[in-house]
Structures are given as C-alpha cells and as structure tokens.
C-alpha cells in the first residue's frame, strides 16, 4: 500500500501543475465578468436619462457628469476633496480598528471581560451615526476631531464584532495543543490564536474600513467646507445633480479601492493562517 502511495503521489503532483494553469487562466475571465453589472447599469443609466424618463435636474447623463469631472478640476477642487476625505477615513479607521482589535480580543478571549463589556457593547452599536453627531459637536467642538472620531466609532464595531466572536470560539484542541507546547499569554494568541481567527479579523478590518466610509458622509455633515460628503450635501442644496452623482460614484470607487489595497495588504495573513 505504501508503494503505490508513493507511485501516486508523482500523478497527483503531475495533475495539480496541470490544472494550475488553468485555474490562472479562468481568473482574468472571473475579473471580467465583475465589469458586466456596472456595464449593464451605464447603459441603462444612457437609456434613462436620453430616453425621456427623467428630466435632465433628475438624472443627468453620464456625459454630463463627465463634465462636472472637468469642471472641478478645472476649478482646483475635486483632488481637494478626495484627498480631506481620504484623509479622515485612515485616520478614523487606524484608531477604531485598533480599538476594536484591543478591545474585540480582550472579550473574545477572557470570559469575565466579555460578561461586563459584550451588552454595553451590543447596545452602543445600534445607535445610528447621526445621533452621534451633537455630542460630538458639544464635547470636540467643530474641527477635524469630531470627525474624524465619527469616522473611527464606525470603525470600531465590526472589527471589535468579528474579532471577539472569532477568538471566542478558536478550536479549544489547538489551544491545548499550544499550552502543551508550553505557550501561554501573547505567545499563545499571536502564535495559535490570532492565525486561527486571521480570517474573520481581515474580514472584520474590510469591514469596518467600508463602514468608516459610510460613516464618513455624516462626519462631514459638521461644518464641513470640503470633502465628498461636503460635496454631495452642498450640490444636493445648490441643485447640482450632476456632482450629486459624482460624489456617489466618487465614494464608491474609492471605498472598493480602498478595500482592494486592504485586501492586498492582509493577504498573506490569510494564506498563511490557512
């Protein structure tokens, strides 16, 4: 038996290069049929807005959001405004995904912990962004502070959510493993504990990024005079469909590049826990 397992292995091996290749080759074609949805709803969006369903002040062309492109940059504007926001997203983001980490891993990990913080917890992450607005305003004033303190409480749930949860139920045969090896404290969390649950703290950190996004329009709704949030309020009030749209789609390509560059960061995190 151990002979032909020996014999095997080489056909195994053979098999695995040759479908490498072709698992490489159907990435590209998986990549392109990302493009078809945002394909399809351009070309509705031309339909709409040329076909007569909408006025003009409704739903502008895309080519006249084009032009709004160009007239911002023209003005000096818009790399204004993508970088400020830019800059409060990290910002926001590096300090609550930190406190999510520290805290997420202090309740995930010791049971008394998660008895006294896990309700208060629970019950602060219902709160809507926008009713974290005044206190804000009253306690930080109307700089940048508040904002970009909106911006990191968005932040802080869903990592502190999936690392505590993932490092609550680590497989407890592993940690025994660990401690049988003689690990105990940081030696066992960084070196068992946090690569078993690598996975779900990437996903929590991508998604914590994406709510810092979201939460990013409401910071930007304290005495802002820059800013996609800015942008989009103000051209809201001022009628400007055209910038309206293009803040929109402004905060949606950057939030996925954004969580593209994350993933790519966090990769080898993952892969190398699996």
């Keep these: 038996m151990t002979g032909q397992a020996v014999e095997r292995a080489p056909a195994r091996a053979a098999g695995d290069e040759e479908r490498a290749p072709a698992a490489r080759r159907l990435r590209p074609g998986r990549r392109a049929a990302g493009l078809v949805v945002p394909l399809a709803l351009l070309a509705a969006w031309q339909l709409a807005s040329g076909g007569g369903l909408f006025t003009p002040a409704q739903l502008p062309s895309p080519s006249a959001v084009l032009a709004a492109v160009a007239e911002l940059i023209r003005r000096g504007e818009l790399w204004q405004h993508v970088a400020i926001s830019g800059q409060r997203v990290l910002l926001g983001f590096a300090a609550g995904a930190a406190a999510g980490l520290a805290l997420g891993a202090a309740v995930g990990l010791y049971g008394p912990v ?50 505590s949860t993932a ?9 025994e493993a660990g401690r049988a090896y003689g690990l105990r404290g940081v030696g066992l969390l960084t070196r068992v504990q946090l690569p078993y649950a690598a996975p779900a703290v990437v996903a929590g950190l991508r998604l914590g990024l994406a709510q ?30 055209d910038i309206l749209l293009l803040s929109i789609l402004l905060l949606a390509l950057l939030g996925k590049a954004a969580d593209g560059l994350l993933g790519l960061v966090a990769g080898p995190l993952t892969r190398r826990s699996g």
């Design 167 to 175: 490092l609550a139920h680590v497989d407890p045969h592993l940690v």
């Design 212 to 241: 810092g996004w979201l939460f990013l329009v409401a910071a930007e709704l304290i005495a802002s005079s820059m800013g996609l949030g800015f942008l989009l309020i103000d051209s809201q009030n001022t009628g400007r469909t």
């Design 114 to 163: 998660r008895a006294l913080l896990a309700p208060s917890v629970a019950a602060l992450r219902a709160v809507p962004s926008l009713a974290w607005v005044p206190l804000l305003v009253l306690w930080l004033g109307i700089a940048e502070a508040p904002k970009i303190v909106l911006v990191a409480i968005g932040a802080f749930f869903p990592v502190y959510t999936t690392v």
